[in-house]
């Protein structure tokens, strides 16, 4: 006889229906009614601002003429995740310390999953996939590319969490967990996911700590304590150890993030380096001592939470990336004629609409908390700020344009 697995909504318990669900400012939040199909229910609160309504008398609405579209929702906790899983859903997690958090898989909106614009559609919503509840914060999640696997890293950072999406319920359930060997109390391990024979994992606390684990067997097949560009397939022997000289992004103990630039990249510097003072370094993988240019974006000051920094290359744009993490704004540069070395950059297309839309006064403006680009839509990105908000933007190049 088979056994029941209670479904998402079951386990949300009858506080948490959609009839009774509100956001911050009372409006209904229909995160899961009871009738209807998982891939049909709402999950947010929306508002749309499109670039057909740019006439209207109001300034945020006239902000809407940089924009191809604009979408904002409320979700029901703020996230710091934001992972595509294809190119119509993404995760989403909450990272509030001593409470459940939810992670939810959303399908966008119909009018947000085609290649172009065909007009008008008569669901605004995201809909709820699959969900499920973590003991812990959830800081980083990982989708493992072909599976229906997920993990995820958070505070306490004893252990890295396992997740199987269900195929028979909308369910995500915890599957295992994975032992961090470094544990530090106010530290938690960054992942990263990648395949070659079979799925696996990158993690670490500090560069001292990291190893790839075996998503299957569970056994380290990798360690090292060094950062620098390597085949994990041989023993250690890096062609070039990333440098953080004199003046980096690193120096005087200033805290870094980075990325590395896609496939699709144009050749050319594909490393990007962002120093929470604003300062960003973009490197050539064949020569990673010696930064091809070292800029300052345009940031009022330093980021108030480094853990937050992000900056991420365009997967369909050649030489534009954005950053975020040092206020409510996400900033988009493009970086094909940058040369130089201190030099102060202009952005190309900033994004207001977390401390406008709602009226924010100076003091509690929303800190972005992540963004990500759309894998096909090139000037699409999704960007989540600390006052739960969830906004889809597609901008407009002004400079391209005129």
């Known amino acids: 006889m088979r056994t029941e697995v209670p479904g998402y909504r079951d386990q949300r318990g009858p506080s948490h229906t959609g009839a009774n669900r509100c956001n911050k400012t009372g409006s209904p939040v229909c995160l899961a009614p009871e009738p209807g199909p998982p891939p049909t229910e709402p999950c947010c609160h929306s508002r749309v601002l499109t670039a057909l309504e740019c006439c209207a008398p109001c300034d945020i609405v006239s902000l809407s003429c940089r924009y191809q579209d604009f979408h904002a929702f409320d979700l029901s906790g703020a996230t710091r995740v934001l992972e595509w899983i294809g190119d119509k859903g993404v995760f989403v997690a909450e ?21 172009e614009n065909q007009g008008l559609f008569p669901e605004r919503d995201f809909k709820v996939c699959h969900g499920g509840f973590s003991d812990t914060s959830v ?16 505070l306490p950072g004893s252990y890295l969490h396992v997740w199987q999406i269900t195929e028979d319920s909308d369910v995500i359930q915890a599957a295992s967990t994975i032992a961090v060997q ?37 056994k380290t097949t990798y360690t090292s304590g060094r950062l620098g560009l390597v085949d994990i397939r041989q023993k250690w ?18 805290r870094w993030c980075a990325e590395v630039g896609g496939k699709v990249r144009s050749p050319g510097p ?37 853990e937050l920094l992000r900056v991420t290359w365009a997967p369909g744009l050649d030489n534009c990336l954005a950053i975020s993490g040092f206020d409510g704004t996400v900033q988009v540069y493009d970086t094909t004629s940058w040369d130089g070395m201190g030099n102060q950059v202009e952005p190309l297309f900033t994004h207001r609409g977390h401390i406008f839309l709602e009226g924010h006064q100076t003091d509690t403006t929303p800190l972005v908390t992540t963004h990500t680009w759309h894998p096909h839509k090139p000037r699409t990105l999704l960007s989540a700020a600390s006052d739960a908000s969830l906004h889809v933007w597609d901008w407009v190049d002004m400079h391209a344009s005129s």
């Open 95 to 115: 990272y509030e310390s001593l409470k459940k958090n939810e992670i939810l898989h959303l399908i966008l909106p119909l009018r947000l999953s085609v290649k």
């Open 139 to 154: 800081f980083d999640l990982k989708h493992v590319p072909d599976t229906r696997l997920l993990v995820t890293t958070g």
């Open 182 to 218: 470094e544990k530090e109390d106010s530290l938690w391990p960054r992942v990263a996911i990648f395949s070659l024979t079979t799925p696996g994992v990158l993690h670490g606390v500090r560069l001292s700590s990291l190893r790839v684990v075996d998503l299957e067997s569970q």
């Open 237 to 254: 022997a890096p062609s070039e150890n990333v440098s953080n000289g004199r003046g980096g992004p690193g120096a005087a103990g200033g």
């Open 270 to 306: 594909s490393i990007a380096i962002l120093g929470s003072n604003g300062q960003l370094c973009l490197l050539d993988p064949r020569d990673l001592c010696h930064p091809v240019s070292s800029v300052q974006c345009l940031v009022s000051a330093p980021s108030p939470d480094p």
